[in-house]
């Protein structure tokens, strides 16, 4: 009773109805996105042109829409409309069908090669799927699908929309999707089977068939003709009768100058398994009636042979194994490596330097002795052999990776000219070795270098890549490569001590286009021509302009250009007197340990010492100068004579050359000049740093020239710098005054300050601007601290150059335009990536990549070339459809082939098929023959048949009945049926009239 008298227990809940429930507001939400997308209504669809789903651009939308806190993606599929503007103007017909149902029964795109399986099921041109979320449960429960189905009915209803929409139901790896479309008066419901195994009773057509019929219920006793498309997908696995062309590399293969099967100079090329492992036959018959043909479990009318439309696909092998992309790859890993190389040999340093403190000991006793010291025994060659002597004592013979005979064929490849003996050690390796002339190649391919940064396909370091690349790969990877590069370095070391020019270089300094390494190795041929040619004692001399010394500029085409007074040379050189950004800073001395050239014997020195004394006075005020001996004299100029001296010609020097340097070297030197600041006093001491040239040619003027000015030399080195003018003389005579420019006269001007300190000395005298000893030190230094990452990523750019040339090499042959677009695409992207001084390593492997996908692609081309046997076709028209088929083949996912099986192609592609199956037959025992199923005993009665049972068949019908009532209007019906081994889907599109049922 007190529970009772509870004034709380007379409340009771009161239930809004008004209030939207969770499936009103998914609804809701569905027809939103409808609306959002312009789904809504009915609009106008051109007629599908024959193979339109292929050729078409296919795109979709996609939105995020929950049911409670259950997430559904809302997609929607359509193919690309091509003039949107001039379908809108058309106005629809009041009881028209929708597209989707016309479409059922289009025959134009059966069977689309790459399409949504939706598409190919049912032929829709235009669709909607609500699909579980990403993290979501599939939909397996009946109440959950009929739902589902509910709500979308309900959402096209309420829009009117007239696209299809479906709704994915159980597993997603199973693809099953039951849906919806609703037209004026009309409906079409989309149904489906799907079971593992094919039912014996619906294992051929007359079963489906009668489901068909059964399905659609047709109340017409003649029932309308059923239309049939019938495909069947044969698979051709087994190449017996064809050997992949691609020959294994030989390992042990040395002779004729071959390394591991591999010619010197040249990468390898293709696969070394079939890129192609399939070929899928597909045979159709587009157009047929149930009358025409029987297909049951007794007999089959459906002979693949005599096939109307024959469609081919390959199945390419992933990722195939190819001999360039492993290449690339492998050298490629050792950018990622950080040991040394004295880490990688395993030596001990310890020990080493025991050995190096004995040797040291020895060469200073050698020194104190007062017997003769014979300087070929200290020399740095002999220092190398008995530091070769330590090393294999080190290295035993079996952990040396590269043998004898491999490591020699190498460095002859390199070093041709070590083939020849010579007689004189001094003028052994001819001249003709050291400078290779460009090839006669396309200017794009030889020039390729330029773009990345590389070498160019002739020269040394190009040829030095392609070894360490093959030695890494054939020959003991990291090792091998360290191995050859000791061996390298110590030849650069050997051919500097003995004047050996290196060969395969460009003569010249070094070329910034080219990378840092092959710089190095021409700044190394640079001081090498020097040295060689002062240890040679050559001189210069006034009557011979051709004769002079290493370490003297003879100015020929840069002098006329002076002698013309206003030419582009005077300017340049002009320049480099104000800001020689050429100019090695360090040249630049003041110091007491300044030394001149040791080119004339004593009694040249002895002899021009007298005239040393005299020059040490200033010459301008000199009267006598004139009459001092002139050195360093080139020829005369031709126009100027001296101010002070009319009748004295001016002479042009011979003047040092500018020091030749690196990128990093003159990287070096714009910080150095950058960190002086910029205070007075910075400036002036970068002003004094840069004026090293200057100050040479000054001297080398002054020698030339006795008793010349400033003016003079202003007149000949920068001639724009002397300002000359037309005065009246005393008389009223016209001449010609001239005087120095503004910017000669200021106070402090470098010029005139580099002037005053300038004395008369011939090049060949001053201090060296270019000391090839130090420069040659450091470059030999430089190459024997790179660690083998530091070298892989030097001659990087040269091995994806020469990948490249191979692979235009290898295109030439095929013409296959995928591969020619590819190869631009690549260049382009190597050409901005390689110039970078610190390329991004994934970027550079991305490259890598897409060299060797070019190279899958043309060893696919050749497989199908091989299988096909084009090379053996002797008829001219025969063989170029089958290129073009081949080609096809690789750039289209399905490929008609003309004829059927009567054409050339299908004549191959039956053959093929006829030679797998006998191969099979020889393989297979009675037992297994006799235990074969149902299904191939029905396809091959009694004998083996052409062709193996089919993977796959394929089986569209399509009928235009009335329904559910005689009197219904009548509407398209359409079945998809697929018949695999372990596949049974029937896709059903049954529409019914939802006004006279």
């Not at 209504?41 to 806190?69: C, M, Q, R």
Request: with cysteine.
């Amino acid at each position: 009773m007190a529970a009772d008298s509870d004034p709380e227990s007379d409340v009771f809940e009161i239930t809004d109805f008004t209030t939207a429930s969770e499936w009103e507001r998914f609804v809701s939400k569905v027809e939103e996105v409808l609306n959002d997308w312009k789904l809504i209504g009915s609009s106008v669809h051109k007629p599908l042109e024959k193979g339109e789903y292929n050729s078409g651009i296919w795109e979709e939308k996609t939105e995020e829409i929950s049911f409670a806190d259950y997430k559904f993606t809302v997609t929607h599929h359509y193919l690309k409309k091509e003039s949107p503007d001039g379908e809108e103007k058309e106005e629809p017909e009041e009881d028209a069908f929708p597209a989707a149902m016309q479409d059922l029964l289009c025959m134009n795109n059966d069977f689309p090669p790459r399409a949504h399986c939706l598409v190919r099921w049912y032929g829709v041109r235009e669709f909607v799927i609500i699909s579980p979320g990403a993290n979501n449960d599939a939909i397996i429960s009946e109440s959950k699908c009929n739902l589902l189905l509910s709500s979308v009915s309900v959402a096209l209803g309420n829009t009117g929309s007239q696209v299809p929409l479906f709704v994915q139901i159980q597993q997603k790896w199973r693809r099953m999707y039951a849906g919806e479309c609703q037209g004026p008066g009309v409906r079409t419901d989309f149904e489906m089977v799907h079971l593992r195994k094919v039912p014996n009773q619906y294992n051929h057509l007359s079963g489906l068939l009668d489901i068909f019929k059964s399905k659609i219920g047709c109340p017409l006793t003649p029932i309308p003709p059923i239309n049939i498309a019938i495909r069947f997908t044969y698979i051709l696995q087994d190449w017996q009768q064809y050997s992949w062309p691609q020959q294994p590399p030989d390992f042990d293969a040395l002779l004729g100058g071959e390394v591991g099967g591999v010619e010197f100079g040249k990468l390898p090329f293709g696969a070394c398994e079939d890129p192609i492992s399939e070929l899928h036959l597909a045979t159709t018959w587009p157009h047929l009636t149930e009358g025409i043909i029987v297909d049951n479990d007794v007999y089959s009318d459906l002979d693949p042979v005599q096939a109307p439309h024959w469609s081919v696909r390959v199945r390419k092998a992933d990722n195939p194994q190819c001999l360039l992309g492993d290449f690339l790859s492998e050298f490629f890993k050792l950018c990622c490596r950080k040991e040394s190389t004295e880490e990688i040999l395993g030596r001990s340093p310890l020990e080493e330097e025991g050995k190096e403190n004995v040797d040291i000991s020895q060469a200073l006793s050698k020194l104190t002795e007062p017997t003769t010291v014979q300087i070929h025994k200290l020399s740095v060659s002999s220092m190398v052999h008995s530091a070769r002597k330590r090393m294999s004592r080190h290295r035993r013979v079996e952990e040396s990776p590269l043998s004898n005979e491999v490591l020699n064929s190498i460095l002859l490849y390199l070093f041709p000219d070590a083939a020849e003996k010579p007689s004189n050690g001094s003028e052994a390796k001819p001249g003709t070795s050291n400078v290779n002339s460009p090839p006669e190649k396309e200017p794009e391919n030889y020039n390729l270098y330029n773009q990345f940064k590389s070498s160019p396909a002739d020269s040394i370091t190009y040829k030095l890549s392609l070894c360490l690349c093959m030695v890494n790969f054939y020959h003991g990877g990291v090792k091998g490569v360290v191995q050859l590069w000791q061996e390298f370095v110590l030849e650069m070391r050997y051919r500097w001590e003995n004047n050996y020019l290196v060969p395969g270089l460009a003569s010249g300094p070094p070329d910034l286009r080219c990378c840092l390494l092959h710089q190095k190795l021409q700044m190394l041929n640079c001081c090498i021509e020097r040295k060689k040619a002062r240890d040679n004692g050559k001189r210069p001399s006034p009557s011979d302009s051709s004769a002079g010394s290493v370490g003297e500029r003879k100015v020929s085409g840069s002098d006329n250009g002076k002698a013309a007074q206003n030419s582009s040379g005077t300017e340049d050189r002009r320049e480099r007197g104000e800001a020689n950004q050429g100019k090695s800073w360090e040249s630049w001395s003041d110091s007491e340990e300044e030394f001149f050239e040791c080119l004339s014997d004593t009694e040249e020195l002895k002899e021009n010492a007298q005239d040393n004394e005299k020059k040490e006075g200033p010459p301008k005020e000199n009267k006598d100068a004139p009459r001092l001996k002139a050195e360093g004299r080139l020829h005369p100029h031709g126009k100027l004579t001296l101010l002070h001296y009319i009748q004295e010609p001016l002479y042009i020097p011979v003047t040092q050359e500018p020091a030749p340097m690196t990128e990093d070297l003159l990287e070096e030197q714009s910080e150095v000049l950058a960190k002086l600041g910029t205070s007075a006093e910075g400036a002036h001491l970068r002003a004094r740093m840069q004026s090293a040239c200057l100050l040479s040619d000054m001297e080398s003027f002054k020698a030339a020239n006795p008793g010349c000015c400033l003016e003079d030399f202003v007149r000949w080195y920068s001639p724009r710098d002397y300002v000359e003018e037309e005065v009246l003389d005393e008389k009223g005579n016209t001449i010609t005054k001239g005087e120095l420019s503004a910017r000669m006269k200021i106070p402090g001007n470098m010029w005139v300050e580099a002037w005053e300190t300038a004395k008369p000395a011939p090049a060949r005298r001053q201090r060296r601007l270019f000391d090839d000893t130090r420069e040659a030190e450091k470059v030999l230094h430089y190459l024997a601290v790179q660690k083998p990452a530091d070298l892989t990523r030097h001659l990087l750019p040269c091995i994806i150059h020469a990948a490249i040339l191979k692979e235009k090499e290898e295109e030439s042959t095929e013409d296959i335009a995928s591969v020619k677009k590819g190869i631009l695409q690549i260049i382009s992207n190597a050409s901005k990536l390689l110039r970078h001084p610190n390329p991004d390593y994934k970027k550079l492997e991305e490259i890598i990549n897409q060299i060797m996908a070019v190279e899958t692609i043309i060893a696919r081309a050749r497989s199908l070339k091989a299988k096909f046997g084009i090379s053996k076709c002797e008829n001219i028209d025969e063989r170029e459809d089958l290129e073009r088929f081949v080609n096809s083949l690789l750039e289209e996912p399905e490929v008609s082939v003309v004829g059927a099986g009567r054409g050339p192609a299908g004549s191959i592609i039956h053959n093929l098929f006829v030679t797998a199956q006998r191969a099979a037959l020889m393989t297979l025992d009675e037992e297994s023959v006799k235990s074969g199923s149902q299904e191939e005993r029905r396809q091959n009665p009694g004998a083996v048949s052409d062709f193996p049972p089919p993977a796959g068949r394929e089986i569209i019908l399509r009928t235009v009945v009335p329904r559910p009532a005689p009197y219904s209007k009548p509407l398209p019906q359409r079945m998809f049926c697929v018949l695999m081994k372990e596949d049974f889907r029937l896709a059903g599109a049954f529409s019914s009239d939802t006004s006279f049922f």
